[in-house]
């Protein structure tokens, strides 16, 4: 009799992980799904010309609307995120926002850990005030401290982007959950 059990647990083994790959993910399957281990090809487009300094007439200072929601379906998170079709949600709205000025970009000089999806980095540690994998430190923008509290800072696998619109600003890309937040790299 427990031959016949073995018999029959050793195909449910191997096909239970085969089925729950699958969960959110059918052919054809959502395209806008969010999270799941989806990890984008690039990362944002540019929005428009890089550029660093204080508003001008010609580029005035979009406001941060206090109230601004990510949310643009339902079950999608209220944080910035990416769609698994590559749409980054959220990234246009604070292109010209004097939040992002940086005195001395890249202070800390450049990551150069590698980027995009073939760069996927396991958490070490830390917090969004500091974190860090690889030997790499960073830290999660103040105003983006909102969107990142239920990361796991110990085990989540992050992929880095450069921000093409803001001059001494990275993306840190949550791979569990499909959301991103702007960091500083600090060093090694």
Not at 9 to 19: E, H, K, S, T
Not at 132 to 138: A, D, I, L, P, T
Not at 168 to 188: D, E, F, P
């Amino acid at each position: 009799m427990q031959r016949i059990y073995t018999l029959l647990a050793v195909p449910l083994l191997l096909v239970l992980p085969l089925y729950a790959q699958h969960q959110g993910h059918p052919e054809g399957g959502n395209q806008n799904a969010v999270g799941g281990g989806y990890i984008p090809r690039s990362g944002p487009p540019a929005q428009g010309t890089m550029r660093q300094g204080p508003a001008t007439e010609t580029h005035p200072a979009e406001p941060h609307p206090d109230n601004h929601s990510f949310r643009d379906q339902e079950g999608h998170p209220e944080a910035p995120h990416v769609h698994q079709n590559g749409e980054w949600v959220g990234h246009d709205w604070g292109r010209n926002d004097p939040r992002f000025h940086l005195d001395h970009p890249w202070e800390h000089g450049h990551f150069e850990g590698g980027f995009g999806p073939r760069f996927v980095w396991r958490l070490g540690g830390g917090g969004p005030s500091r974190f860090w994998f690889g030997g790499y430190y960073f830290s999660v923008a103040s105003f983006d401290l909102g969107y990142c509290g239920d990361w796991n800072w110990n085990d989540d696998d992050v992929v880095i982007y450069d921000d093409p619109d803001h001059v001494g600003w990275y993306l840190a890309y949550n791979v569990r959950l499909g959301v991103y937040v702007h960091v500083l790299y600090l060093g090694r």
